[in-house]
């Protein structure tokens, strides 16, 4: 096995010691949670006759206590393309469990929204902290503790990271994920963007829009473009909790009904009542947060998970910050373009080699971890083959040395970029993530006056005035997590590319969230403080910022910075919070919000993890 990088190397081990104590403790709680809850035996008579009640033939199985019992905790709703093809899997993974003198039950359900539904209006507030919510609809769940293995049914953007999150305060049990896969590509993404900034110059009417984002978002399954959904499953890979190349098998078909039959036999036999016991707390450490830093960067994926991925280590015990991401990305390349960095989406990336050529190159290269327990028998290795189907039996099999497409994939030799596109950029402004990986070289540096808002259409009838038909910094403040949920905010994107297309320096600076699906663009996002500034009434120096202040925004040195003198200004007044649409019902989740940089979790810090 390749040597491991040194710098890979060198930020791991300063991600231990930074998190000596709290690992301990978290290790230290899943050892009591094994010893307490080895099984379902411990439950009262009365208590266990409750859990198996309406079993019908799983009955005998479930009162005893030799049976491994599979908890399922499902995301499924049809109004989710990408979560639609769950509906029959818990009834097929029963019968997938008895196979093996397993059963299996629907421990619980959890929300699953849709970013893309949402996207630009109110219920977008909601969709940060939705994940909080899936975490602790995945605890309560799991918390019946009938159940000897975890079987994780999610797939988009806070989805997973919220399974993660509570699967992980359980990790004394055994959790693989199983994916659906994702739809059938629709229309080019490049003609979808240009009917977007068509619509957003008033060009084409809202029935032409309809028609292109119906012929690309079209079908069941997960959206093909490289977003936080698309991210989810990548990272799944590269921390082993999927079954080996799982995660871009399209949604029908007996490949997939065969990957989620192996699913549910290699959960049964990776619990304590089997002979290859691989608890969740045992498969999540360090080196699989890493791995999942590391994929995140050589694939170009969602900056969303600058946010989500603290978090959900943060569930297991394990510390990170900025400065990991922005270390790593310098050695790690880039070698994938998947739109929106390339032209080609998820289901042409599969095909060119997809994750079995990303882990193998990786592992080849020495960046990432080849030395950590996953759920398959042979560890990473095994995430560098992809299953095929031999007649009637499931296989794996190796991908060809040479990349199916060189516009899609590359060799760690030969990469698209040096580094892996994801930089810290920081000053007295604050710190935020710049994805460098989707934006022009020419344009990592931005430096031009700004204009404040802090709602979305005030940006957008700014854009129809004129108003911004100029080298300009649009600062989009009052967008963090403390004060409205820390919404995405792509109704921009397209505006700010129709001024980028007309030959002007545009930058974005924002307390808000971008996430993969994020263009052309540059941008420092989920800047951190928010505007809100902190629990202790520190104002931000967002907050400060006036029109006309020049901003600095530069991926080549690291700047996020203004020559305004802020020292003397008050900050701006703090909008309302708005009520509507359930917001409301979230204000707790907002009042204790952490920064961005900590995961911009209430759950995880009013737990002290």
């Known amino acids: 096995m390749t040597d491991l990088h040194s710098v890979v190397a ?30 379902r035996s411990f439950l009262s008579c009365s208590n266990l006759a409750h859990g198996f ?14 049976a491994v019992n599979l908890g399922i905790i499902t995301a499924y709703n049809d ?75 999610g797939i988009c953007d806070k989805i997973v990271p919220g399974l993660v999150i509570g699967a992980l305060r359980f990790g004394h049990l055994p959790a693989i994920f199983v994916p659906s896969g994702p739809m059938p590509s629709g229309i080019s993404n490049k003609e979808k963007q240009k009917v977007r900034q068509l619509y957003a110059e008033g060009k084409v009417d809202r029935e032409e829009l309809l028609a292109s984002e119906s012929a690309s978002y079209h079908s069941a399954g997960t959206c093909t473009f490289y977003g936080t959904a698309n991210s989810n499953q990548m990272m799944m890979e590269m921390m082993g909790l999927h079954v080996p190349g799982a995660a871009f098998v399209p949604p029908s ?26 608890p969740m707390a045992k498969v999540v450490d360090e080196k699989a947060i890493v791995n999942a830093i590391c994929g995140l960067l050589a694939t170009g994926g969602s900056t969303n998970h600058a946010i989500h991925l603290p978090a959900m280590a943060r569930a297991a015990g394990v510390l990170i910050d900025w400065e990991d991401f922005d270390e790593l990305s310098g050695v790690v390349p880039l ?22 050529w990303i882990a193998r190159e990786l592992l080849d290269a020495g960046l990432v971890h080849g030395d950590v327990l996953t759920i398959a028998k042979s560890g990473m290795t095994a995430y560098a083959t992809e299953p095929t ?35 810290l950029v920081q000053g007295n402004l604050g710190r935020g993530t710049f994805k460098t990986s989707a934006v022009d070289k020419e344009r990592w540096t931005i430096n031009a006056p700004c204009r404040v808002f802090e709602t979305q259409d005030a940006v957008a009838d700014a854009f129809k005035a004129a108003e911004l038909d100029r080298d300009v910094v649009v600062v989009m403040r009052f967008q963090g997590p403390r004060a409205n949920g820390m919404p995405e905010l792509h109704k921009l994107t397209p505006l700010l590319g129709v001024l980028q297309d007309r030959g002007y320096n545009v930058a974005l600076v924002t307390d808000g969230r971008m996430s993969g699906a994020s263009g052309k663009v540059p941008a420092a996002i989920h800047v951190t403080p928010e505007a809100l500034g902190g629990s202790d009434g520190t ?44 917001r409301e019902l979230f204000s707790m989740f907002r009042l204790n919000a952490g920064g961005a940089e900590q995961g911009g979790s209430s759950m995880l810090e009013l737990a002290g993890l």
């Not at 791991?12 to 099984?39: F, G, Q």
């Open 10 to 39: 060198r930020v791991t081990a300063r991600i231990a010691e930074r998190s000596r104590d709290s690992r301990a403790r978290y290790l230290d709680l899943v050892a009591r949670e094994m010893d307490r809850h080895s099984d």
């Open 53 to 66: 009640a309406a079993s019908g033939e799983d009955k005998p199985s479930l009162s005893g206590s030799r």
């Open 79 to 153: 109004m989710l393309s990408a979560h639609q093809p769950y509906a029959r899997y818990p009834e097929q993974m029963k019968l997938y469990a008895r196979e093996v003198g397993a059963t299996a039950q629907v421990a619980g359900g959890v929300p699953a929204m849709c970013d893309g539904v949402t996207q630009g209006f109110d219920g977008m507030e909601l969709s940060l902290f939705s994940r909080d919510a899936i975490a602790l609809s995945t605890a309560i769940g799991l918390s019946h503790a009938m159940f000897d293995g975890m079987a994780l049914l």
């Open 253 to 278: 078909g007996v490949l997939r009904q065969s990957l989620t039959r192996e699913a549910t036999h290699r959960l049964t036999a990776i619990t304590r009542k089997g002979d290859d016991f691989r």
């Open 335 to 356: 070698i994938a373009r998947v739109y929106p960095n390339g032209s080609g989406d998820v289901n042409h990336f599969h095909a060119a080699g997809g994750m079995a």
């Open 389 to 423: 189907m031999s007649g009637d039996t499931l296989t794996w099999k190796s991908i060809p040395q040479a990349s199916g497409d060189e516009t899609m994939l590359r060799p760690v030799s030969n990469p698209f970029l040096p580094d892996g596109g994801m930089r």
């Open 539 to 582: 104002p931000s120096p967002l907050a400060l910022l006036q029109d006309g202040d020049i901003v600095r925004l530069s991926a080549e040195d690291g700047t996020l910075s203004t020559t305004a003198d802020l020292s003397v200004r008050q900050p701006a007044a703090v909008p309302p919070h708005a009520l509507g649409m359930g």
